[in-house]
Structures are given as structure tokens and as C-alpha cells.
């Protein structure tokens, strides 16, 4: 995998502004918005995770965690995962985006 390194900024689409880089849980994510957002590790095994899937109230938390994060991006969103093992929230995601 030589050369497909992007810096941030142009992977976010800001060429101006300060450059800076802000980490976040999904949890401290609540209530913020950012110009980018990208979110690592959006795979089936992960989101939701084994705890997650224990129970019908845990899972939907898990949920609203998914939705908590792709909805802090003011302009651009990228879910990043595994080919063929992303989240099933994803599909679900993209279908509501083609109807907006």
C-alpha cells in the first residue's frame, strides 16, 4: 500500500483553517459539530459489538452511538472498514441518504 497516503486536510477537503485534528469517543461526540468526520473501525464486529448484540436495549444504544457520530459532520462523512464487514448500520445509512 505505497503512495495512497492522503493528508487529513485534503482528505477532509479543508485546505484553510488551522489544521487542527480533534479526537473524539462517540459518546464525547454528543452535541458537537465538526467540518469532517471520519469514523474508524465501522465494521460488523465492532459496531455493534458482542456486548452489544446481549440485549434488545444494548443494542439500540449501540445504535443511536452509530447515528450519534454520522450525524456531527456539517460537511463531509467518511466510515471507514473492512471490505465486505462493515456495519449493518452502513446499508441502513446509505438507503436513507438516497432519499433525502
Known amino acids: 500500500m505505497r503512495d495512497l ?6 482528505f477532509a477537503g479543508r485546505m484553510e483553517g488551522t489544521g487542527r485534528v480533534s479526537l473524539s469517543t462517540l459518546h ?12 474508524y473501525g465501522v465494521n460488523a464486529s465492532d459496531i455493534p ?3 452489544d448484540k446481549q ?10 452511538l452509530f447515528y450519534v457520530g454520522v450525524t456531527r459532520p ?3 462523512l467518511s466510515l471507514v472498514f ?5 456495519s449493518p448500520w452502513v446499508p441502513e445509512l446509505y438507503q436513507r441518504s438516497q432519499q433525502d
Not at 464525547?28 to 469514523?39: N, P
Not at 473492512?82 to 462493515?86: G, K, L, N
Open 55 to 64: 440485549t434488545p436495549t444494548s443494542l439500540r444504544e449501540a445504535r443511536r
Open 74 to 76: 456539517k460537511k463531509h
Open 82 to 86: 473492512q471490505e465486505h464487514h462493515h
Open 28 to 39: 464525547s461526540a454528543r452535541g458537537r459539530k465538526f467540518d469532517a468526520v471520519i469514523m
Open 49 to 51: 459489538g458482542a456486548r
Open 5 to 10: 497516503d492522503v493528508p487529513l486536510m485534503h
